[in-house]
C-alpha cells in the first residue's frame, strides 16, 4: 500500500481477533480506534458497531483509512488527525490501540518514545477519561515493553499473549 502507513501485520492480527470477539459478545454503540493506521480493523468491524471514530496522528494514514472506507463504501466510520486524544471530546463504550511499542525509532508507526513506552503510558493515562460508564479499552503491548510496570500502574487485566520468535504480545483491558 504505501511505505508512509504502517501495514497490517501479526500485532494487527492479534488485536484484530481480540476485538472481534469482544464485539461478538457485546454490542458497542461507539468506538474508538486509537492510531488507526490504514484502518484496517476498524473496518472489519464495522458490521457489528454502530458508530467508530479512528484516529491516527499521521496525515498519510487518515488520508488513507478513509479512502479504504470509501472503496468497501462504509459509512458507520469517521477517520481523523488527532495525536492521541487531542482532537477527541467524545465517550466510547470501546477504544482501542496498537501503540507502537519500540524505543527511539523516529518512525510515527513505531516509536514509542525514548524506552518504547512513553506514548503507551501517556495513552493509558488519558483512556479512563474517554470511557462510557461500563466502557472497555483494550491495548496491545509486547515483551520489549516493561510489561509488570504498566500492569501494575495502570491496573492491566490480560485478556491473551501471542509469543513470537522475537517477541511475545499481549492484548490487555481497560475497565473505568
Do not use: W
Not at 459478545?25 to 484496517?40: A, D, H, N, Q
Not at 469517521?78 to 477527541?88: D, P, R
Not at 463504550?93 to 525514548?114: A, H, Q, R, V, W
Not at 504480545?169 to 473505568?176: D, M, N, P, T
Amino acid at each position: 500500500m504505501n511505505s508512509e502507513v504502517y501495514e497490517p501485520d501479526e500485532d494487527t492480527y492479534f488485536l484484530e481477533e481480540q476485538i472481534k470477539k469482544l464485539v461478538k459478545i457485546r454490542k458497542f454503540k461507539s468506538v474508538l480506534e486509537m492510531g488507526t493506521g490504514l484502518g484496517y480493523i476498524s473496518l472489519s468491524i464495522a458490521d457489528k458497531v454502530n458508530k467508530i471514530l479512528g484516529v491516527d496522528i499521521n496525515p498519510k494514514a487518515v488520508e488513507f483509512a478513509e479512502k479504504n472506507r470509501k472503496e468497501q463504501g462504509i459509512e458507520n466510520i469517521e477517520f481523523k488527525l488527532s495525536n492521541l486524544f487531542e482532537n477527541v471530546i467524545e465517550r466510547f463504550d470501546l477504544i482501542f490501540f496498537n501503540p507502537p511499542y519500540l524505543p527511539g525509532k523516529d518512525d510515527l508507526s513505531c516509536d514509542g518514545g525514548e524506552k518504547g513506552q512513553e506514548l503507551i503510558e501517556k495513552f493509558l493515562i488519558e483512556v479512563r477519561k474517554h470511557l462510557n460508564k461500563e466502557g472497555i479499552g483494550v491495548i496491545l503491548l509486547s515483551s520489549f515493553n516493561n510489561i509488570s510496570e504498566l500492569e501494575k500502574r495502570f491496573n492491566l487485566i490480560k485478556l491473551d499473549e501471542l509469543k513470537l520468535f522475537f517477541e511475545t504480545l499481549y492484548c490487555y483491558k481497560i475497565l473505568k
